[in-house]
C-alpha cells in the first residue's frame, strides 16, 4: 500500500516548456487534489476532483490542466510553464467530499515535486 | 468567505515551555477545524480534527465558537516538535469540502 505517490520529485523547466506532474493513489479515494506550497503563502488549492470524470477549479487554477480517467490517477498539466509557477506541488487525496473530511478520513499527501521554472 | 488565519510566521521557544499556535478562522456555517503538520523532509500529516476531541502527541486543540479560534497548544514543548503546522478548515456543504489551509507556523523548538 503506497498511499500517494507523485512524480517527479525535482524538475527544471525552461520558460515556455510544458509537463506533467503525476499523482497516484491505491486508496480507492473519491477525492483527488493539487495545492502548490510557497513560502509565506501556505498550501493553495489548484484543482480538484471528487471522482473519475469529474474535476473543478481551486483557488490559483490559472496555467494549469487536469484530467481524471480513472479513480488512481491525477495528472496536473503544465501548459506553458512560467517562472511564478516555481512552487512545490502536493497531490492529495481522502474519501468522498461531500460532508467535509471528519465523516470521511483525513486527507493523504504526497512526498510533493519540487519545480523550478527558469 | 472561508479564510484560515495564523498570525505567526515563526515561533521559537525553549525545550519544556508552553506552545501555542494560534489559528483564526472565517465561515459562515459550522466549520470542520484540522491541525496539519510537516516535518523536516516529510509528507503533511494529519495532526488532529477538532470533531475528534483528541490529544496527540500532547497537542490538544479547542474549537472556540465564539471567538472563531482554533488554537493548536502544548503544556511542554520537545525538540522533535519542530516543525511547520497548517491550520486547516473545510465546510460541510459539498461544495465546500475542500480545505483551506492557513499560510502556516513554523515552531522551532531549542534545546
Known amino acids: 500500500n503506497a498511499g500517494v505517490t507523485q512524480t517527479p520529485k525535482f524538475q527544471v523547466l525552461k520558460t515556455g516548456q510544458s509537463m506533467t506532474l503525476q499523482c497516484a493513489q491505491d486508496?480507492?479515494?473519491?477525492?483527488m487534489s493539487w495545492y502548490r506550497q510557497d513560502p509565506g503563502m501556505g498550501l493553495r488549492l489548484i484543482h480538484y476532483?471528487?471522482?473519475?470524470?469529474?474535476?473543478d477549479q481551486g483557488e490559483v487554477p490559472n496555467g494549469y490542466n487536469v484530467s481524471r480517467s480513472t479513480t488512481e490517477d491525477f495528472p496536473l498539466r503544465l501548459l506553458s510553464a512560467a517562472p511564478s509557477q516555481t512552487s512545490v506541488y502536493f497531490c492529495?487525496?481522502?474519501?468522498?467530499?461531500?460532508?467535509?473530511?471528519?465523516?470521511?478520513?483525513?486527507?493523504?499527501f504526497g512526498e510533493g515535486s519540487r519545480l523550478t521554472v527558469l | 468567505a472561508q479564510r484560515v488565519t495564523q498570525p505567526e510566521k515563526l515561533l521559537s521557544v525553549f525545550k519544556g515551555a508552553p506552545v501555542e499556535l494560534k489559528c483564526n478562522y472565517s465561515y459562515s456555517g459550522s466549520p470542520e477545524l484540522f491541525w496539519y503538520v510537516q516535518y523536516s523532509r516529510q509528507r503533511l500529516q494529519l495532526l488532529l480534527r477538532h470533531i475528534s476531541r483528541e490529544s496527540i502527541k500532547g497537542f490538544t486543540a479547542d474549537l472556540n465558537k465564539g471567538e472563531t479560534s482554533f488554537h493548536l497548544k502544548k503544556p511542554f514543548a520537545q525538540e522533535e516538535d519542530s516543525a511547520m503546522y497548517y491550520c486547516?478548515?473545510?465546510?460541510?456543504?459539498?461544495?465546500?469540502?475542500?480545505?483551506?489551509f492557513g499560510k502556516g507556523t513554523k515552531l522551532s523548538v531549542k534545546p
Open positions: 486508496m480507492n479515494h473519491e477525492y
Open positions: 486547516a478548515l473545510s465546510g460541510y456543504q459539498r461544495s465546500q469540502g475542500n480545505l483551506i
Open positions: 476532483s471528487v471522482g473519475a470524470g469529474i474535476t
Open positions: 492529495a487525496s481522502s474519501y468522498s467530499p461531500g460532508r467535509g473530511f471528519s465523516n470521511t478520513g483525513e486527507l493523504f
